[in-house]
């Protein structure tokens, strides 16, 4: 029998994958990236932004051709391809390399928030559009740039309330440097294994004994103790030379008092082909998936144009806002009625506007009675106001007192004093 | 400060970091891997310590944490999002899924090869030269073996008794795993290359490698200990990886 059950029309959703996010979602979302973007400002970053798509070949010429099989394409009108940004370190070393560097200014600090796009990705429970919010640190050293964005990295952790969540910090040139002596073939080989972190392979391999030992042991390197474990391990003076920047990083940031929250693991391994010194990822309880990461990236640069150090990270937003906890953000923080005649009315409009350049969220009830807009009012709406000709007839829901007051009165109680600048501030986007 | 283990109080006297959530496979591995960890030590010694395993039960609970009970293919997808923290599961599906896990043990056992068959009598005008259609429950491992070849290729991807699709003109060829070679003798097929060999892995996910470190150490060590010899012949590389995401600034 065939089942005759239409199904909905697409009008009635989205492509999958997409985020369609309502007003609760998003407003936890955007207060995430606002206080991202207030502590990018607070290190001097500056927020750029670049457009959602580009040139497919931007892509390819930093990334690799073989990363354009899982982007988002379209088609321009003169039949140029097009994609959407799949991160945005690739367009900020684009827009920094070809525009910014080269009218000076280096050390470039640029921040920036904003959706990015990977196509083939549906059906793996993974988003094909997401938020990342992140930082690039252009034309700075190591090892004092890479301890700046840690810590930084670390700071934005912190205040964004991801308890326990820990920023593992690795070197490439540890373990590259050990596979510099193989063949290319079979260097290539051990690459992708490390990659896919397919450790059960990489340990069939014919490889030399020392880099066999050091290959086993490579996923449990971190802890305490990391250093001393692979000091021995290290097959040459730039295998060595990446402990010592990490032990002199450690000790940086004890300066800057992330210390509890970072730690060596030796065993992060990000893209040999992006990345070229230290490397790392925040891991958290409740979340499989690391909630930022980054690291040092020497040679993009100099693919668009401009060769430059540099080192950056990006936060997964919907990611690090699975870890933390979920804050009841209201419609609105005041009530005001506005039903009446039109003195009546323009009083509330008025006092409204007055709520509102104190910084409060303020939403005008029209047709509604006092009992009505108390008992309508959603649970986190803290106050209801109702403004007469001589008086404001306030209920603070949260304590369940109702008081008359004078306007200016009204307007203290639910504001706060004037002077105290409660508000404002961490609304500014920087 | 390292501080790896989350004083977090959990039941039983564990922390939260102790608690390990292991995925194990119906079919094929799934006596042998119940066995394996009740020797392990994660299911408790006593033989009714989770009372008989059953496949229907879909939640164990064991001496440090639980086990849940799923479908093969979809091991790597509860390991990859943390709602497993380790899993057993062939190579095979890990193959077919490139899925971000970390593959750190190869536990031996179940082992099995996969292959690309044909009809009995067509071997030697394999391959042929025009396209060729080939069923299997591995689509992108089939996908990428014709690829590397420059071979036309159809694939028609079956949930199972893939081997009945030459024999019905479904398909031309077969890409699957044998253990002995029996189905496909039975099905009138005969191998005419070797794809990949695969044996159960432990895999982890890698967020829970770092929060939960010292016991997966401890679950990785354990299982190292008891693992059956793997086969004689290392993993052969043939099919080549599923390709993982890189290059990009991951979040």
Known sequence: MRLRDAPPPRWQQVPPGLPDLGPVEAARRSALCDLLREEFRLWGYREVAPPTLEYLETFTRGAGAGTADRLFKLTDRGGELLALRPDFTLPVARLAATRLLPAGGAPLRLAYVGSVFRGQEEGQGRLREFTQAGVELLGGEAPDADAEVIALAASCLRRAGAAGAILHIGHLDFIDDALHPLPPHLREEVRDHLYRKAFVDLDALDLPPALRRLLRVLPDLRGPDVLRRARPLAASPRSARALEELAGLMERLGEYGVGDLVGIDLGIIRDFGYYTGVVFEAYGSGSGYPLLGGGRYDRLLERFGTPAAATGFAVGVERLLSTIPDAVTPSAEVIVLASGDAPARARAVRFAAGLRARGLAAVLAFRQGWDEAVRGAEAAVRWVAQVGEDDVRVLDRAVGREEHLSLLGALRAIAGPEDAGRRGGADRVG | ?251
């Open chain 2, 1 to 251: 400060m390292w501080d790896e283990r989350r004083e977090v109080a959990a039941p039983g006297g564990l922390t939260a970091a102790d608690v390990l959530t292991v995925a194990v496979p119906t079919g094929r591995l799934f006596a042998e891997s119940i066995s394996l960890l009740r020797r392990a030590g994660v299911l408790g010694t006593a033989p009714d310590a989770c009372g008989p395993p059953q496949e229907r039960s879909l939640v164990l609970l064991a001496a440090a944490g639980q086990i849940l009970v799923v479908k093969p293919a979809d091991i790597p997808v509860y390991v990859e999002h943390g709602a497993a923290d380790a899993g057993i599961v062939g190579r095979d599906v890990l193959l077919e899924q490139g899925r971000d896990v970390y593959e750190l043990v190869d536990l031996g056992f179940g082992p099995c090869r996969g292959v690309v068959a044909v009809r009995s009598g067509e071997e030697n005008a394999w391959p042929r030269g025009r396209t060729v259609r080939v069923a299997t429950k591995y689509p992108r491992i089939a996908a990428r073996y014709c690829e590397r070849r420059g071979w036309p290729v159809e694939i028609i991807a079956l949930n199972g008794a893939v081997e009945l699709a030459p024999r019905v003109g479904l398909a031309d060829a077969i890409l699957d795993v044998v253990v002995t070679g029996r189905t496909l003798r039975d099905n009138l097929l005969v191998e005419v290359a070797e794809v990949f060999r695969s044996t159960a892995r432990l895999v982890v996910n890698r967020a829970s490698l770092r929060t939960k470190g010292a016991a997966v150490q401890r679950l990785i060590a354990a299982l190292e200990e008891l693992k059956t010899q793997p086969a004689d012949e290392a993993a052969s590389g043939v099919a080549g990886p599923a390709p993982v995401q890189r290059a990009w600034r991951d979040g």
